[in-house]
C-alpha cells in the first residue's frame, strides 16, 4: 500500500552520556528524535552557536581537519556521538549527520547566492541557525502548528497560502512523513516552486518499498508517522512533474555495484538487506547520483552511508 494516487498535476508556466547509553540511543532513534538530540548533542544548558552570518555558504568550507560541519564550518577532532545520521552531531550549532547532508546537497546542487527565495520546513537548528539563513537569502522557516520548530510562517504543506511561482528552494527534511495526504503535498510544493527551483526532500528511509507503519509510530514531539518510505518515493515524484535525482555516497554506491553488504554493524531500524535488493532489483541504483566520495564522507560525517540520501526534485524551466 502506498500514498494515494491523484491524477497528474496539469503544467504549471561534549558527547555528554557513558558509552552504555549509545546502543539504547541508536535504537531509539526514530522515536526519541529531538530529545535524543539534545541528550547525546551538546552540552546541557548551551545555546548551540550558529553558523558566521559574515561566511555565506556560497563560499568554500575551510580545508583539512579530521572534521567539519557543512553548517556552521566547526573544525575538530571528531562530531559528538556515534556515526549515525540523527546522533552525530556537530559540537558547535547542533547539527546532526541528516543536517549536514542537507547542507551539503543545497551547496552541491544549487547556484547559491543572497537572491534566491528559501523556505524550510520545521527546520531542527535553533534561532542563530535561522538569523544566519536570513542573512543569507530571502528565508523563511515554516511549521503548520509552530509547536515543536517555530519559524517565520504557519503554513499547512497541504494547502500552502502562497501564489504559484514564488519560491526558488523548498528545503524539507523529515516531514512528509507525518503527512497523511502526501499527492496534495507534493502537488502544492511543485506549484510554489519557480521554474528552475529545487526542492531538497529527506525522509527517513528505513526499507525498501513505501508502506504505512505495521504498528502505530510517533515521534517524541508527539507526532504521529503515517509513512515508512522507500526507493518507489522517487517515482511519485516524477509522476508530479519534478525532474528527480536520488543523491548519496560513494559507500553506498560501491555497495550496490559490488553486490556486497559493507556493514557489519548496522543500526537495527534500517533494513538494510531490503534497500540494497530493492536498488538492484528495481533501477533505483540509476537515480543514485553521488555527491561525497570516501573522504568528503568521512570529513562530514556521511557515515554509514545507507543513512544518508536526499532527493533532489527540481523544476523544469
Same mark, same amino acid.
Request: charged share 25%.
Given at each position: 500500500?502506498?500514498?494515494?494516487?491523484?491524477?497528474?498535476?496539469?503544467?504549471?508556466?561534549?558527547?555528554? =552520556?557513558?558509552?552504555?547509553?549509545? %546502543?539504547?540511543?541508536?535504537?531509539?532513534?526514530?522515536?526519541?528524535?529531538?530529545?535524543?538530540?539534545? $541528550?547525546?548533542?551538546?552540552?546541557?544548558?548551551?545555546? %548551540?552557536?550558529?553558523?558566521? %552570518?559574515?561566511?555565506?555558504?556560497?563560499? *568554500?568550507?575551510?580545508?583539512?581537519?579530521?572534521?567539519?560541519?557543512?553548517?556552521?564550518?566547526?573544525?575538530?577532532?571528531? &562530531?559528538?556521538?556515534?556515526?549515525?545520521?540523527? $546522533? #552525530?552531531?556537530?559540537?558547535?550549532?547542533?547539527?546532526?549527520?541528516?543536517?549536514?547532508? =542537507?547542507?551539503?546537497?543545497?551547496?552541491?546542487?544549487?547556484?547559491?547566492?543572497?537572491?534566491?527565495?528559501?523556505?524550510?520546513?520545521?527546520?531542527?537548528?535553533? *534561532?542563530?541557525?535561522? +538569523?544566519?539563513?536570513? #542573512?543569507?537569502?530571502?528565508?523563511?522557516?515554516?511549521?503548520?502548528?509552530?509547536?515543536?520548530?517555530?519559524?517565520?510562517?504557519? $503554513?499547512?504543506?497541504?494547502?500552502?497560502? !502562497? *501564489?504559484?511561482?514564488? /519560491?526558488?528552494?523548498? $528545503?524539507?527534511?523529515?516531514?512528509?512523513?507525518?503527512?497523511?495526504?502526501?499527492?496534495? /503535498? !507534493?502537488?502544492?510544493?511543485?506549484?510554489? !516552486?519557480? %521554474?528552475?527551483?529545487?526542492?531538497?526532500?529527506?525522509?527517513?528511509?528505513?526499507?525498501?518499498?513505501?508502506?504505512?507503519? +505495521?504498528?502505530?509510530?510517533?515521534?517524541?514531539?508527539?507526532?504521529? /508517522?503515517?509513512?515508512?518510505?522507500?526507493?518507489?518515493?522517487?517515482?511519485?515524484?516524477?509522476?508530479?512533474?519534478?525532474? /528527480?535525482?536520488?543523491?548519496?555516497?560513494?559507500?553506498?554506491?560501491?555497495?550496490?555495484?559490488?553486490?556486497? @553488504?559493507?556493514?557489519?554493524?548496522?543500526?537495527?531500524?534500517? @533494513?538494510? *538487506?531490503? =534497500?540494497?535488493?530493492?536498488?538492484?532489483?528495481?533501477?533505483? +541504483?540509476?537515480?543514485?547520483?553521488?555527491?561525497?566520495?570516501?573522504? +568528503?564522507?568521512?570529513? &562530514?560525517? &556521511?557515515?554509514?552511508?545507507?543513512?544518508? =540520501?536526499?532527493?533532489?526534485?527540481?523544476?523544469?524551466?
Amino acid at each position: 500500500m502506498g500514498p494515494t494516487r491523484r491524477r497528474a498535476r496539469r503544467p504549471q508556466p561534549r558527547w555528554s =552520556l557513558r558509552a552504555r547509553v549509545r %546502543p539504547a540511543a541508536r535504537t531509539a532513534y526514530r522515536r526519541l528524535g529531538d530529545l535524543g538530540r539534545r $541528550l547525546l548533542g551538546p552540552g546541557a544548558g548551551a545555546a %548551540p552557536a550558529g553558523p558566521d %552570518p559574515e561566511t555565506p555558504p556560497w563560499l *568554500p568550507l575551510p580545508p583539512g581537519g579530521a572534521a567539519t560541519c557543512t553548517v556552521c564550518r566547526w573544525q575538530g577532532d571528531a &562530531f559528538d556521538g556515534p556515526a549515525h545520521v540523527e $546522533l #552525530s552531531v556537530c559540537p558547535r550549532c547542533g547539527a546532526n549527520g541528516r543536517d549536514r547532508f =542537507l547542507h551539503w546537497c543545497l551547496a552541491r546542487r544549487v547556484d547559491l547566492g543572497p537572491h534566491l527565495r528559501v523556505i524550510e520546513c520545521s527546520p531542527r537548528l535553533g *534561532p542563530a541557525y535561522r +538569523a544566519a539563513m536570513t #542573512s543569507w537569502f530571502f528565508y523563511r522557516a515554516t511549521d503548520h502548528d509552530q509547536r515543536s520548530h517555530a519559524g517565520h510562517l504557519r $503554513l499547512d504543506l497541504q494547502a500552502i497560502e !502562497l *501564489p504559484d511561482d514564488c /519560491v526558488d528552494v523548498v $528545503l524539507c527534511s523529515h516531514v512528509l512523513e507525518h503527512v497523511r495526504d502526501v499527492d496534495k /503535498v !507534493l502537488s502544492e510544493l511543485r506549484r510554489v !516552486l519557480a %521554474p528552475g527551483g529545487h526542492l531538497l526532500l529527506q525522509v527517513p528511509v528505513l526499507q525498501g518499498r513505501t508502506s504505512p507503519p +505495521a504498528a502505530p509510530e510517533v515521534h517524541a514531539d508527539a507526532t504521529p /508517522v503515517h509513512w515508512r518510505f522507500g526507493l518507489d518515493l522517487t517515482g511519485r515524484l516524477r509522476e508530479e512533474g519534478f525532474a /528527480v535525482d536520488l543523491l548519496g555516497t560513494e559507500e553506498l554506491a560501491a555497495a550496490i555495484r559490488s553486490g556486497d @553488504d559493507p556493514w557489519g554493524v548496522r543500526a537495527p531500524e534500517f @533494513d538494510v *538487506p531490503d =534497500l540494497l535488493r530493492t536498488f538492484r532489483t528495481t533501477g533505483a +541504483a540509476d537515480d543514485l547520483v553521488v555527491v561525497a566520495d570516501d573522504a +568528503a564522507a568521512r570529513r &562530514f560525517g &556521511f557515515v554509514p552511508g545507507y543513512q544518508f =540520501l536526499t532527493w533532489d526534485c527540481r523544476v523544469p524551466g
